[in-house]
């Protein structure tokens, strides 16, 4: 498990940045998905339930004007920066991970 913060910047505004921390990137990649999920439902507020394609989900992430990951890595004792296409890429895994069982 690496601790791992999440960037997040919806707009251009600078006041519109935040993070969150998570225990683990798989925590955070599912967290990532839960905001999204959190978006359908505002948008869809009458809908019993929301579906989606990792496509959509992809699609609101290009959107952002920033998402980054920073994960700390044990050995350097440090964290490292990964970018919005490494997070797409560990969602598109969890994914298949998922329908996978």
């Known amino acids: ?16 940045r935040s993070w969150t921390d998570f225990e683990s990137v798989s925590d955070c ?9 959190e978006n359908l439902k505002k948008l869809n507020p009458n809908s019993a339930s929301i579906t989606y394609d990792v496509q959509n989900l992809f699609e609101f992430l290009d959107r952002l004007t920033d998402l980054s990951c920073l994960v700390w ?9 990964h970018n919005k296409q490494w997070i797409k890429d560990q969602i598109y895994a969890l994914l298949r991970k998922q329908a996978a069982n």
Do not use: N, W
């Open 1 to 16: 498990m690496s601790h791992t913060i999440l960037l997040i910047q919806p707009t251009v505004r600078h006041d519109s």
């Open 73 to 81: 890595q044990e050995d350097v004792q440090a964290y490292t920066a």
């Open 29 to 37: 990649i599912e967290g990532v998905c839960k905001i999204f999920e």
